[in-house]
């Protein structure tokens, strides 16, 4: 659901006993605003230099970039929720209780690789962070016996990236080339190789700032499937998919997995010439995506999913 402008939101999905969250905050509407603006901290980067022996300076390396951190001041106000000191008093600890419930998200850090969302609104620009809120510290006062009490807290999140809130997708059908008749000597039974129809450089566009990361659903039947990104790299995999069946490579950070119809890793069919997980980012412009590899039925196809990549909101 689309957020107000000014508005964040953290979700997360229930996980046995432990409940999920969809608790949103940020305006004066959601009981739950913002003392102060925002504010986004990006860690240090990890430097890879290293000292020239011998000799003044150091031989630059390869540089990291740590996580960042969204503080918030956020006031839980309930003074209109009761004409009566104690009724405010006792909706105000309610208010409280439910936000610092949503901020203790036990169904996600119980679980390993496992982020939660934070969403927002701002500009007019729809965008997401990954990772799990961390400290929540109401600071109680005689004001909270009158329904308000400020609450600071902070989300950590994986990396320092903002993600677009709209998924984008794009759909790649297996189609068999043009020929010019069959030749011999044949055997039976006959099978064709085809390519992807794929998409027109220029009809898909990775928008954003920085390079993004995707998720490529592979359906079958096809044998030796390989997801080309023309001029950049190509994923391919050692297996056959029967009909009705899939292969998922999720190159996202919190994922870097290759599961075949959702439970089985196949990591270890991956062709030789595929790039690493971590690698396989999708450039910024157009590109042109092909699916390659064996089908006798010309009806395999793929899907390729991301979210544009933003250094900022």
């Not at 998409?199 to 920085?210: C, I, M, P, Q, W």
């Amino acid at each position: 659901m689309p957020l107000r402008e000014g508005e964040w939101n953290l979700s997360y999905s229930a996980n046995e006993v432990h409940p999920g969250a969809n608790f949103t905050f940020g305006t004066i509407a959601s009981g739950y605003y913002l003392i102060e603006p925002y504010e986004i901290t990006y860690a240090d980067v990890d430097a890879g230099d290293v000292p020239m022996p011998q000799e003044d300076g150091a031989r630059l390396g390869q540089d990291y970039r740590g996580q960042a951190t969204i503080t918030f001041e956020v006031g839980v106000d309930a003074v209109d929720e009761a004409p009566t000191q104690l009724g405010r008093h006792d909706a105000n600890l309610s208010a409280v209780s439910t936000m610092l419930q949503a901020w203790d998200a036990e169904a996600v850090r119980r679980r390993f690789a496992t982020p939660a969302v934070l969403r927002t609104t701002q500009g007019g620009r729809a965008r997401r962070f990954y990772g799990r809120p961390r400290k929540a510290a109401p600071a109680g006062s005689k004001l909270t016996r009158q329904g308000y009490t400020p609450v600071v807290c902070t989300f950590v999140c994986l990396d320092s990236t903002a993600y677009d809130d709209v998924e984008q997708k794009v759909r790649i059908d297996l189609v068999p080339p043009d020929h010019h008749g069959l030749v011999g000597p044949l055997t039976t039974p006959l099978t064709m190789t085809g390519e992807g129809s794929g998409k027109v450089a220029g009809e898909v566009t990775v928008g954003g700032t920085k390079p993004a990361w995707p998720v490529i659903t592979i359906y079958g039947p096809i044998t030796n499937p390989v997801c080309d990104v023309v001029g950049r790299w190509k994923a391919g995999l050692d297996l056959t998919l029967g009909v009705g069946e899939r292969v998922v490579i999720d190159t996202r950070p919190w994922a870097r997995t290759v599961l075949r119809n959702g439970n089985a890793s196949v990591a270890g069919l991956l062709t030789r010439g595929t790039p690493r997980l971590k690698d396989m980012k999708l450039p910024l412009g157009t590109q042109d995506f092909v699916l390659r590899g064996t089908d006798a039925t010309g009806t395999a196809y793929m899907t390729v999913a991301w979210r544009d990549a933003y250094a900022y909101l």
